[in-house]
């Protein structure tokens, strides 16, 4: 195949510079040409594409999610110019394959690509971050429950699986607790940013060059004067193309996962409560706390999906995938495969079919748990217990959750929803993390 000569290239909205190309032997089709020949609505005889998009997906995923799963592994999402991937097998294959497909940084989604640079898998960040949970995550639990003791009620998602990773960064960062209200309102803007909502990406563009001047003198300081928190750490990164700036510690911070600690926490005791015979389960033997998180993960996790783009023309699924395909690895379909998991609707806390998986068949103690965790990213490359490194962010948040659930057994007595509780599980708008934004409960004190 030739470029044709004398024709402007044509850049698609994945990035992708088109060209067109003929045979040397005669006249023929780009794939990509191939690739837009399929007729729309050819293979949506049991869905309507709409069903992807609407208020009924939003609060509610799983209907649909099980009819692609079904019936449309690789389906072809003509509104959003995207392919769903929906069984575990097909998602954790995209999501390990790095030969032929990538993910893109959220500075690429808010395209600003050149903002600043990700410091957060460098050595000295992963140390700070691992002491920070490590220090403060007890206390932070123990200071929400007693602010919950006098009254005997305490809303599990807003004042705590919300409240406890926000606090557990603002301390990480050593931040003036007078500051902590504005970070977290200004940090939740960033995080929201990088989706397709235009004013959404427009606070979030705000909110990162307000978090940028507020970080300049602080990261000033600390490299004048370090101390034992993850600005210092920051401050104290070397790189070829010069030191780090206030910059690269708003993509560091951008970058990093805020979802899973925060939607899994909420999702797990929403599933607890909702469960009391699963409760009772983790009541008589507490080491179920661990079973209970990975149970919580793979049944309603709060990341719904990730997306990969091909890197090249690649074929798969029966598909001829085109250079820059927008490939929606469904974390929330693959969960829930019956090829995988016996009884995949169900919440079990102590199914026999839940063990540390790896893509690809492999079992590894650090790896993927039997459900994808997306927000936490791919399995760690390094051994279970790392001799010259901290432990992984899959394993600090595994450990978090397993303390302070463990608190709230021991101390909040015979925990149970309020008679007038209605809580459900719910994205606040489409592509946003799905979980459970009011969950009051009441325990005797």
Same mark, same amino acid.
């Given at each position: 195949?030739?470029?044709?000569?004398?024709?402007?290239?044509?850049?698609? %909205?994945?990035?992708?510079?088109?060209?067109?190309?003929?045979?040397?032997?005669?006249?023929?089709?780009?794939?990509?040409?191939?690739?837009?020949?399929?007729?729309?609505?050819? *293979?949506?005889?049991?869905?309507?594409?709409?069903? &992807?998009?609407?208020?009924?997906?939003?609060?509610?995923?799983?209907?649909?999610? *099980?009819?692609?799963?079904?019936?449309?592994?690789?389906?072809?999402?003509?509104?959003?110019?995207?392919?769903?991937?929906?069984?575990?097998?097909?998602?954790?294959?995209?999501?390990?394959?790095?030969?032929?497909?990538?993910?893109?940084?959220?500075?690429?989604?808010?395209?600003?690509?050149?903002?600043?640079?990700?410091?957060?898998?460098?050595?000295?960040?992963?140390?700070?971050?691992?002491?920070? =949970?490590?220090?403060?995550?007890?206390?932070?639990?123990?200071?929400?429950?007693?602010?919950?003791?006098?009254?005997?009620?305490?809303?599990?998602?807003?004042?705590?699986?919300?409240?406890?990773?926000?606090?557990?960064?603002?301390? *990480?960062?050593?931040? $003036?607790?007078?500051?902590?209200?504005?970070?977290?309102?200004?940090?939740?803007?960033?995080?929201?940013? =990088?989706?397709?909502?235009?004013?959404?990406?427009?606070?979030?563009?705000?909110?990162? %060059?307000?978090?940028?001047?507020?970080?300049?003198?602080?990261?000033?300081?600390?490299?004048?004067?370090?101390?034992?928190?993850?600005? *210092?750490? +920051?401050?104290?990164?070397?790189?070829?193309?010069?030191?780090?700036?206030?910059?690269?510690?708003?993509?560091?911070?951008?970058?990093?996962?805020?979802?899973?600690?925060?939607?899994?926490?909420?999702?797990?005791?929403?599933?607890?409560?909702?469960?009391?015979?699963?409760?009772?389960?983790?009541?008589?033997? $507490?080491?179920?706390?661990?079973?209970?998180?990975?149970?919580?993960?793979?049944?309603?996790?709060?990341?719904?999906?990730?997306?990969?783009?091909?890197?090249?023309?690649?074929?798969?699924?029966?598909?001829?995938?085109?250079?820059?395909?927008?490939?929606?690895?469904?974390?929330?379909?693959?969960?829930?495969?019956?090829?995988?998991?016996?009884?995949?609707?169900?919440? &079990?806390?102590?199914?026999?079919?839940?063990?540390?998986?790896?893509?690809?068949?492999?079992?590894?103690?650090?790896?993927?748990?039997?459900?994808?965790?997306?927000?936490?990213?791919? $399995?760690?490359? =390094?051994?279970? +217990? $790392?001799?010259?490194?901290?432990?992984?962010?899959?394993?600090?948040?595994?450990?978090?959750?397993?303390?302070?659930?463990?608190?709230?057994?021991?101390?909040?007595?015979?925990?149970?929803?309020?008679?007038?509780?209605?809580?459900?599980?719910?994205?606040?708008?489409?592509?946003?993390?799905?979980?459970?934004?009011?969950?009051?409960?009441?325990?005797?004190?």
């Amino acid at each position: 195949m030739s470029t044709v000569k004398g024709e402007p290239p044509t850049v698609g %909205k994945n990035g992708v510079q088109i060209k067109r190309k003929v045979s040397l032997g005669g006249q023929g089709y780009r794939t990509y040409e191939i690739y837009q020949r399929q007729r729309v609505g050819e *293979s949506t005889a049991k869905l309507n594409p709409g069903q &992807l998009t609407n208020a009924e997906f939003i609060n509610d995923p799983y209907p649909a999610l *099980s009819l692609l799963r079904d019936n449309y592994p690789c389906y072809r999402d003509w509104r959003a110019n995207a392919f769903w991937i929906s069984r575990y097998d097909d998602v954790t294959s995209i999501f390990v394959d790095d030969a032929n497909f990538e993910s893109r940084s959220k500075c690429w989604f808010y395209g600003v690509e050149n903002y600043g640079r990700d410091l957060g898998q460098q050595l000295t960040v992963l140390n700070a971050q691992a002491q920070a =949970y490590q220090s403060h995550v007890p206390q932070i639990m123990q200071d929400i429950i007693n602010r919950a003791m006098p009254s005997g009620n305490i809303n599990l998602a807003t004042e705590f699986a919300a409240h406890l990773p926000i606090e557990l960064l603002a301390r *990480s960062l050593q931040l $003036p607790v007078q500051d902590y209200a504005f970070f977290a309102r200004t940090y939740w803007q960033l995080q929201q940013g =990088y989706q397709w909502e235009p004013q959404a990406q427009n606070n979030g563009l705000m909110a990162m %060059k307000t978090l940028t001047e507020y970080f300049r003198p602080l990261l000033s300081q600390r490299l004048k004067n370090p101390s034992n928190d993850l600005i *210092s750490a +920051i401050a104290s990164v070397e790189l070829e193309d010069g030191p780090a700036t206030a910059e690269d510690l708003v993509i560091t911070l951008l970058e990093s996962d805020h979802e899973t600690l925060h939607g899994g926490l909420a999702n797990m005791w929403y599933l607890l409560l909702n469960h009391p015979e699963q409760l009772q389960l983790l009541h008589a033997t $507490p080491r179920l706390i661990k079973q209970a998180w990975f149970e919580s993960l793979r049944h309603s996790p709060a990341v719904l999906a990730a997306k990969r783009f091909s890197r090249h023309e690649v074929e798969r699924f029966g598909q001829l995938l085109p250079e820059g395909a927008m490939m929606i690895c469904s974390a929330a379909a693959a969960n829930r495969d019956p090829e995988i998991f016996t009884d995949a609707e169900l919440f &079990l806390v102590g199914r026999k079919d839940l063990c540390q998986r790896e893509p690809r068949g492999m079992y590894r103690a650090d790896g993927l748990p039997a459900g994808i965790t997306l927000g936490l990213g791919k $399995p760690t490359k =390094y051994p279970a +217990i $790392p001799e010259d490194r901290p432990i992984s962010l899959y394993a600090l948040t595994r450990n978090a959750v397993v303390e302070v659930s463990s608190m709230i057994l021991e101390q909040l007595t015979n925990l149970r929803l309020t008679n007038t509780a209605d809580p459900s599980l719910r994205s606040l708008r489409l592509g946003d993390m799905r979980t459970c934004w009011d969950l009051p409960a009441e325990f005797d004190n």
